[in-house]
């Protein structure tokens, strides 16, 4: 059974800083690109970033590039987000997403699987 399950979110104050982290189970974690996507209230869901199934690619929404780092490690069927330097437009909830044999996709309908979601609140 595949779980791909978020931590991290949380309350934080303008200019802050905090670490998302998504742990997978009953994959095969390194033959999955993985993927973060935010959806704020009212609001479709959008592509935050991506990373290859290896790691050495990762994408960037145009929003987030600079402030945001997609980073995997294989051994923990771990990725984790990165975010700093955030904002009240980052506000979101956050969930993660495995793409199997994927690139690293912008594209949700290529995601295989998808985690539940954490929230993430960014106060002015």
């Known amino acids: 059974q595949v779980q791909l399950v978020e931590s991290g979110g949380g309350l934080v104050q303008t200019g802050g800083s905090l670490r998302l982290s998504c742990a997978a189970s009953g994959v095969t974690f390194s033959s999955y690109a993985m993927g973060w996507f935010r959806q704020a209230p009212g609001r479709e869901r959008e592509f935050v970033g991506a990373i290859s199934r290896s790691g050495p690619s990762t994408y960037y929404a145009e929003s987030v590039k600079g402030r945001f780092t997609i980073s995997r490690d294989n051994a923990k069927n771990t990725v984790y987000l990165q975010m700093n330097s955030l904002k009240p437009e980052d506000t979101a909830v956050y969930t993660c997403?495995?793409?199997?044999w994927g690139l690293g996709s912008v594209n949700a309908d290529r995601y295989d699987y998808w985690g539940q979601g954490t929230q993430v609140t960014v106060s002015s």
């Open positions: 997403a495995a793409d199997l």
